[in-house]
């Protein structure tokens, strides 16, 4: 531990202070928090006490379509002769597909029921420009039974030779979707509707876009002309540029039906929403911005949030930090707790390492302006750290305290804020729940003890359900 951490820790007085649980992965740590402390959470909502039952009716029920018997009916030719693609979202999202209780193994069934033969299915995992899945990942998402008894794709957004070009959005972006999801007969999306930090919400036309697209209109889609337009945020549609592109996309392929779910803040099913895309996806939208939305009156001094499930690597914890923006005041602090968890990329991919790293050396604006610039060739994922660095321009560098224990102590000089290890007593042999409780604990009590240094009281808020809450605050 440094010694001016070491210092101001020492002086702090946590006599008195609660008990708060913080997500950290699949399970959770135990941290002391100050009295006054803000528990920031999304509203209670009622989950499914019958999941298989719900996902029946939905599908015997769409939203603004026929069943899918009937659309089968409609393609014109016979049953077993349709071909069917079916876009589901990687293990980064936690969409319940697994199983009588998931919405894949239903859907499956119902497929073949109505005459689809099993081999003219085709199960596309909508990674955008994520890695392809693992076969453990696959099995952990969609169930040993699909696994052996489907035939399931990895979308390649860089292989034109699996590309199909299906022309220029009114925005000019020439685009190119998955040949095997486009030339299929009947088309479905599936996924999770939740908030997201530049389309709004997820699900429905995002599974398309970017889920299925080349990865020129990928780069497009996540440029600085889009992620800085200040109506690219969480549960915001209407001139939202990310949304309309990605919607006027996915309605160009041309989706035959849809299966977006809502969960609640501990993960468990709440709504089942199928058939059209567009009014299948708006419903689940309303409600989830009717629990996901926390109102703020007024912004706090320091905020603690979590990467949550989402977060299995520094790349996705940028939906967290970002969340937590408009809880926290200008130039106040940010505490992440990350379990980032992926075996293979703890940090992300290469390219996000190193443009990781570009933004900690140049900052914000120096990275916002090297993106902008016209000799600036387009790197995959380079998005992620221009987020991030909106989460810099509002508590700067010092102010984002990032607590990983899975990230090597030799990698957090390649991130921007302060390394989550220089609030260890010593270092850790291996990753474990009680070296991450200490990490966040001392990282707590720094910030706070770094106001106490001033004179101050700080104000403090804990974003329970990290990444999936959104926090507004309310104009004055």
Request: no cysteine.
């Given at each position: 531990m440094k010694s001016d951490i070491k210092k101001t820790i020492k002086k702090v007085d946590v006599q008195?202070?609660?008990?708060?649980?913080?997500?950290?992965?699949r399970n959770a740590i135990e941290v002391l928090v100050p009295p006054h402390c803000v528990e920031l959470t999304m509203k209670e909502v009622d989950i499914l006490s019958d999941p298989e039952k719900a996902i029946e009716e939905a599908l015997l029920n769409p939203i603004g379509s026929p069943p899918l018997e009937e659309i089968i009916r409609k393609k014109g030719k016979p049953p077993e002769e349709i071909s069917?693609?079916?876009?589901?979202s990687d293990i980064t999202r936690p969409v319940p597909y697994k199983g009588e209780a998931g919405i894949l193994w239903p859907l499956l069934r119902r497929l073949e029921a109505s005459g689809i033969k099993s081999e003219k299915i085709k199960i596309i995992v909508a990674t955008g420009m994520h890695r392809a899945s693992t076969d453990e990942e696959k099995v952990e998402m969609y169930g040993k039974e699909v696994v052996q008894?489907?035939?399931i794709l990895d979308h390649d957004c860089e292989n034109q030779d699996l590309l199909e070009s299906i022309g220029t959005t009114r925005r000019g972006t020439h685009v190119y979707v998955n040949r095997d999801f486009y030339t299929a007969d009947l088309k479905i999306a599936t996924g999770l509707v939740e908030s997201h930090f530049f389309?709004?919400?997820?699900?429905g036309r995002k599974s398309i876009c970017p889920g299925l697209v080349d990865v020129k209109t990928i780069q497009k889609f996540h440029g600085p002309i889009y992620l800085e337009d200040p109506n690219a945020t969480n549960l915001i549609l209407e001139g939202n540029p990310c949304h309309e592109e990605a919607l006027e996309v996915a309605q160009t392929v041309g989706v035959d039906f849809v299966i977006n779910v809502n969960l609640d803040r501990d993960m468990r099913l709440v709504r089942v929403f199928a058939g059209d895309m567009v009014e299948a996806n708006m419903k689940a939208f309303e409600l989830i911005r009717s629990y996901a939305e926390i109102p703020l009156e007024e912004e706090f001094d320091i905020v603690l949030t979590h990467g949550g499930y989402v977060g299995r690597d520094h790349y996705q914890t940028a939906k967290a930090g970002v969340g937590a923006l408009p809880a926290?005041?200008?130039g106040g602090i940010i505490i992440i707790a990350a379990n980032n968890r992926d075996l293979i990329e703890p940090i992300g991919s290469p390219e996000y390492r190193t443009l990781i790293h570009l933004l900690k050396l140049q900052g914000p604006d120096g990275y916002l302006n090297i993106l902008r610039s016209p000799g600036w060739k387009f790197t995959k994922d380079q998005w992620e750290p221009e987020v991030w660095g909106k989460v810099l321009r509002k508590v700067k560098e010092q102010g984002l305290i990032y607590c990983s224990l899975e990230i090597p102590r030799k990698d957090y000089c390649l991130l921007p804020g302060v390394c989550g290890y220089d609030f260890l007593k010593g270092e850790r042999i291996k990753p474990s729940f009680k070296k991450a409780q200490e990490m966040v604990q001392n990282a707590v009590m720094y910030a706070v003890g770094r106001y106490q240094e001033r004179g101050m009281k700080p104000t403090m808020a804990f974003i329970r359900e990290g990444p999936y809450a959104?926090?507004?605050l309310i104009s004055q």
């Open positions: 008195g202070w609660k008990k708060i649980s913080v997500e950290f992965g069917v693609a079916i876009a589901v008894q489907y035939r389309t709004g919400i997820s699900g926290v005041k200008e959104v926090p507004t």
